[in-house]
């Protein structure tokens, strides 16, 4: 069983920065591949980035490609976001997640389904 951690999340204004972290207490983290989704009020679950277990290779959504940055620390079974030049679009509950799944710990998945843990969330909010 794997649980994680969110912290980190907060009010900023717009044009402000926020780093989240996840924390795992898994003992095979450096396996699992890490994903940060969120989800806004009345809108489903959307992907955010994704880091191999490596943190070799990433990939991000269009709508954050620029500003954020995922990155992680084996040594410390955490997983980071930074998020720069926050908009207000960018309010939402933000949700690490670990999958166990070969390919997406070598490559990175942006499917919601390929993750296996979910984090309970942290609420980020950037007033205009």
């Known amino acids: 069983q794997v649980q994680l951690v969110e912290s980190g999340g907060g009010l900023v204004q717009a044009g402000g920065s926020l780093r989240l972290s996840c924390a795992s207490s898994?003992?095979?983290?450096?396996?699992?591949?890490m994903g940060w989704f969120r989800q806004a009020p009345g809108k489903e679950r959307e992907f955010v980035a994704a880091i191999t277990w490596s943190g070799g290779s990433t990939n991000y959504a269009d709508s954050v490609k620029g500003r954020f940055t995922i990155s992680r620390d084996n040594a410390k079974n955490t997983v980071y976001v930074q998020m720069n030049s926050l908009k207000p679009e960018d309010t939402a509950v933000y949700y690490c997640?670990?999958?166990?799944?070969?390919?997406?710990?070598?490559?990175?998945?942006?499917?919601?389904?390929?993750?296996?843990?979910w984090g309970q969330g942290t609420q980020v909010t950037v007033s205009s």
């Open positions: 997640a670990a999958s166990l799944n070969y390919y997406c710990s070598d490559y990175g998945c942006d499917g919601a389904a390929e993750y296996d843990y």
């Open positions: 898994g003992r095979t983290f450096s396996s699992y591949a």
